[in-house]
């Protein structure tokens, strides 16, 4: 089942082949392990099973928030997350929380057209910015 908002109908998406799904986590896993996080490319995976935007953003956000669970446990337990960097750790995640309350406040407004322009392009510009980054 996918996840949405109360009072919305859910889409008409198609199921998906496990093994594709697999190994698109695949793909999405070992980016998100070289570079930290791996949701612009999870993202436009998922969106392929014609999910409403807010149903998107909600197996988008429950995938990577499961994702990052063991990733801190694994990090944690070899030693590499330290008790100096909980600090950032914890004042970055106060701000990605307030953040995800304002895009969802704005993305309750957005037509689905408008929705997908605005994920792609955004997708796009943090592509360009990781390229710039590396060729820096």
């Not at 697999?22 to 998100?32: C, E, L, N, Q």
């Amino acid at each position: 089942h996918e996840l949405r908002g109360k009072g919305q109908a859910a889409a008409d998406a198609p199921p998906g082949s496990p093994w594709l799904a697999t190994a698109a986590g695949a793909i999405a896993g070992t980016v998100s392990g070289l570079a930290g996080g791996a949701g612009f490319v999870a993202t436009p995976l998922l969106d392929r099973l014609g999910l409403s935007p807010t149903a998107l953003v909600a197996t988008a956000s429950a995938t990577m928030a499961l994702v990052h669970l063991v990733k801190v446990a694994g990090f944690t337990w070899g030693a590499v997350l330290t008790p100096a960097a909980l600090p950032a750790a914890l004042a970055l995640t106060v701000g990605v929380v307030a953040g995800n309350a304002l895009g969802a406040r704005v993305l309750r407004r957005l037509s689905r057209e408008s929705f997908r322009r605005l994920m792609l392009g955004a997708l796009s510009l943090a592509a360009v910015w990781l390229l710039v980054q590396v060729a820096a």
